[in-house]
């Protein structure tokens, strides 16, 4: 088993998971290997929105429910997998809107039951969500209608970094999200490009862009990982592929040849499509 | 002669030409060439592409966008929409069966930012006269706190104006090529036009600034657009 699968058995299938966006370090091959474990009935969090880790997820019959402000490939167009589940009621969809999703999860990392949020009020978001309240701000002396957004609890954060070192600290750069969802979660996996030696602390440039070891579950290896998306000056995001998922992905049969070749088949990410 | 995608960028330039912070979104590039095309002419305006992939500027992640935004830091925001209705709702989740990508920001956006609403496509299907999701209402009652909200709608056709007091939108003008019937045809909802213009065609200076500077701009972050227009 590789290190990767060994991290990925460790998710339970019905696990709340939090994933980040595919601009925010998305930890394919980690979702890749989620794939081929059969994972089922997983619940996604998107923070606050999903792509293609959650694309394929659904598609592979991974997913149970969707919790997100929004599913799509950006500029390769919608989610085909998703938006198809979603029409056909195979998945049950939570609508968010992003700062709604970073503020629930603030509020767990702050131990606290909710926070407040403005606007969002007048939005049919509002009444479908049994954990969002609106009460009147008791510092205002006159009618002031504010929206409360209950904490969010993640069983499992997974996504991907440059490096981890011998400390079990992770280094994320300036994807500070990826903090948010590491405190607020349960418990954190996280693939990284490399290992290197020493502690990130210890460095005064390194440690503004660290996730500290308090927080890590899981570490292991996985070069190219977030193929095809990308990792700040390691590698950029492979466009073609993504146009040419977003196309397959369009047909049943299309996105079961994609799996084939390159979930199933575990095709190096470091070959070009 | 213009594309349409460089009209539509001129457009929106002059709709947002006294902004100091702008916020472009996903797969927006027509917006974030106004932007780049207003920055081209010299004027000292900040621009948050969100989805820049070198040079982003947010060191505290994505949430930090609607931090600014909640404080009022960004004066202008950009919105589209499966449905868009008369009063200026917009639904980014669910019409006629289908289902669209989500909400994104714009239920919080839409509250903070003044709001250029934009959509390509000029149809009835998407200008309804109700729609069927409100992912951000249009106005708010006058107890919520909201410090922005629509200023304009501009599609392939033609240009809206918000009048915030009736509720409504006034046809401004038609884009070259279209006319003021075809686009009452193809608006689902009921607006006010009075003494309607045709939409200015991009200077000679404007073009040649959003085929140079604005193009190599705009390409690093949209690259499928950037081929699609320019090249």
């Given at each position: 088993m590789s290190g990767v699968d060994a991290l990925v058995a460790q998710i339970p299938d019905g696990a709340f998971v939090a994933l980040p966006p595919d601009y925010s370090l998305p930890a394919m091959d980690a979702v890749r290997a989620l794939i081929r474990r059969r994972a089922k009935n997983l619940r996604l969090l998107g923070v606050p929105v999903l792509g293609l880790s959650a694309d394929l997820l659904i598609g592979a019959g991974c997913v149970a429910e969707v919790h997100s402000s929004a599913v799509s490939l950006g500029e390769a167009g919608l989610a085909p997998r998703f938006t198809e589940a979603a029409e056909r009621g195979e998945i049950k969809v939570v609508d968010y809107t992003c700062p709604a999703v970073h503020t629930a999860l603030q509020a767990t990392e702050k131990g606290v039951p909710y926070m407040p949020l403005r606007g969002v009020l007048g939005s049919d978001l509002v009444g479908a969500h049994s954990d969002w309240q609106v009460a009147q701000n008791p510092f205002s002396p006159s009618k002031d209608p504010i929206l409360l957004v209950a904490a969010i609890v993640p069983d499992v954060a997974l996504f991907h970094a440059r490096w981890a070192d011998e400390a079990g600290n992770v280094w994320v750069g300036r994807r500070r999200e990826l903090a948010t969802i590491a405190h607020a979660a349960r418990h954190t996996y996280v693939t990284v490009e490399e290992f290197r030696a020493g502690d990130m602390l210890d460095d005064e440039l390194l440690a503004p862009g660290v996730i500290s070891a308090t927080y890590v579950t899981g570490v292991a290896r996985a070069e190219r990982g977030a193929w095809p998306l990308g990792v700040a000056d390691v590698y950029g995001i492979d466009d073609a592929h993504l146009t040419a998922y977003a196309k397959a992905a369009r047909t049943r049969e299309g996105f079961d040849n994609y799996l084939r070749e390159f979930v199933w088949q575990d095709r190096k990410s470091s070959l070009p499509a | 002669m213009a594309r349409p995608e460089e009209l539509l960028a001129s457009l929106i330039a002059r709709l947002i030409a006294d902004a100091h912070h702008v916020a472009v979104g996903a797969a927006s590039p027509?917006?974030?060439?106004?932007?780049?095309?207003?920055?081209?002419?010299?004027?000292?305006?900040?621009?948050?592409?969100?989805?820049?992939?070198?040079?982003?500027?947010?060191?505290?992640?994505?949430?930090?966008?609607?931090?600014?935004?909640?404080?009022?830091?960004?004066?202008?925001?950009?919105?589209?929409?499966?449905?868009?209705?008369g009063e200026a709702n917009i639904n980014l989740v669910r019409a006629e069966g289908r289902r669209f990508p989500g909400s994104f920001g714009?239920?919080?956006?839409?509250?903070?930012?003044?709001?250029?609403?934009?959509?390509?496509?000029?149809?009835?299907?998407?200008?309804?006269?109700?729609?069927?999701?409100?992912?951000?209402?249009?106005?708010?009652?006058?107890?919520?706190?909201?410090?922005?909200?629509?200023?304009?709608?501009?599609?392939?056709?033609?240009?809206?104006?918000?009048?915030?007091?009736?509720?409504?939108?006034?046809?401004?003008?038609?884009?070259?090529?279209?006319?003021?019937?075809?686009?009452?045809?193809?608006?689902?909802?009921?607006?006010?036009?009075?003494?309607?213009?045709?939409?200015?065609?991009?200077?000679?200076?404007?073009?040649?600034?959003?085929?140079?500077?604005?193009?190599?701009?705009?390409?690093?972050?949209?690259?499928?657009?950037?081929?699609?227009?320019?090249?």
């Open positions: - | 027509i917006p974030a060439a106004a932007c780049e095309l207003l920055r081209a002419q010299g004027k000292p305006l900040r621009v948050t592409r969100l989805h820049k992939r070198k040079g982003n500027p947010f060191t505290e992640g994505s949430r930090e966008l609607f931090d600014l935004a909640g404080q009022g830091r960004i004066d202008y925001f950009f919105l589209g929409g499966a449905q868009i209705d714009s239920a919080f956006m839409y509250f903070t930012c003044r709001t250029v609403l934009f959509r390509e496509e000029h149809s009835r299907r998407v200008l309804v006269p109700r729609v069927e999701f409100i992912s951000a209402p249009g106005w708010s009652p006058p107890d919520v706190v909201r410090r922005g909200g629509p200023i304009a709608l501009v599609t392939g056709k033609a240009l809206f104006r918000w009048q915030a007091k009736e509720r409504r939108f006034s046809l401004q003008s038609v884009h070259p090529g279209h006319t003021a019937a075809e686009v009452r045809e193809a608006t689902g909802f009921d607006y006010d036009a009075q003494d309607i213009a045709q939409t200015p065609e991009p200077s000679a200076a404007e073009l040649e600034l959003l085929r140079g500077p604005v193009a190599r701009a705009i390409a690093a972050d949209y690259p499928e657009f950037a081929r699609r227009v320019w090249s």
